[in-house]
């Protein structure tokens, strides 16, 4: 039996109200999908996405709970991400493709849920959250700035939806982030492959959290404002 998601831990760092849902094993994306594993009656669910995303592991883990099968798809390396060793650890099946563009392992991962039977889930867990937004809204705040990294968007929207007063600022880590109505989109200004360092008292991660919270204190917050940290 999956245990009961609690609401986000929220703490305050240089002035900065940060939502640490970093600490919940498999990261904000958990919420996301175990809305999706409880919402149907397969048996297997497929993921495609980078060896550095820390959603391979918040299927894995949510799978795993509920006696389900992962099955994830992710680009060739010599030797796997931590995230990718971390989300086989929870039993999921992973799947390398030698050419590992994202669209490559969409359509490869497509193809084997097709022949299957398996659950495809879309990238990112899909357009909005509704898991995301009620976890937002059980904090009780009203932020008048809300950051956050972006790269399918799913994050952001639900995050909106959550606080639709609030500005939002979405710092694009992927190549293709979808349009978000209503937020304001910065450049990571490097590639999502290149991870990057910041200087924070909790945990970031290089490829996502790290670039949105540098942009972040690079521009100057503007009072009552607040950064979602997906994942350390």
């Known amino acids: 039996m999956l245990n009961p998601i609690t609401s ?16 919940l094993p498999g990261s904000s994306k958990a ?27 918040a299927l894995a883990a949510v799978a795993y709970q509920l006696c389900k099968q992962a099955t994830l798809f992710v680009s060739w390396r010599s030797e796997r991400t931590r995230y990718t ?3 086989e650890s929870y039993g999921a099946k992973i799947i390398e493709v030698r050419s590992g563009y994202l669209s490559v392992l969409q359509s ?12 495809l889930i879309p990238f ?9 937004t009620q976890a937002a809204r059980s904090l009780d705040i009203k932020p008048r700035h809300v950051w956050c990294a972006g790269e399918s968007g799913t ?18 880590v992927g190549k293709d982030l979808p349009e978000i109505s209503g937020a304001r989109i910065y ?18 991660h290089p490829n996502y959290e790290a670039k949105a919270w540098s942009k972040l204190r690079a521009d100057g917050q503007c009072g009552n404002t607040l950064f979602w940290n997906v994942r350390g």
């Open 8 to 23: 986000p831990k929220i703490e305050t760092h240089q002035g900065i109200q940060v939502v640490r849902d970093d600490l």
């Open 31 to 57: 919420r996301i999908f175990k809305e999706t594993l409880n919402a149907s009656n397969a048996d297997e669910f497929v993921y495609a996405g980078p060896g550095f995303g820390a959603a391979q592991i």
């Open 85 to 87: 060793k971390e989300a």
């Open 108 to 119: 490869r991962a497509r193809a084997y849920a097709d022949e299957t039977g398996a659950v």
């Open 124 to 132: 990112g867990g899909g357009t909005q959250s509704t898991a995301i």
């Open 155 to 172: 994050l952001a929207r639900s995050l909106k939806a959550a606080w639709p007063d609030a500005q939002l600022h979405v710092v694009k």
């Open 187 to 204: 450049d990571a200004g490097c590639a999502f492959s290149k991870p990057v360092t910041a200087k924070a008292d909790f945990p970031l």
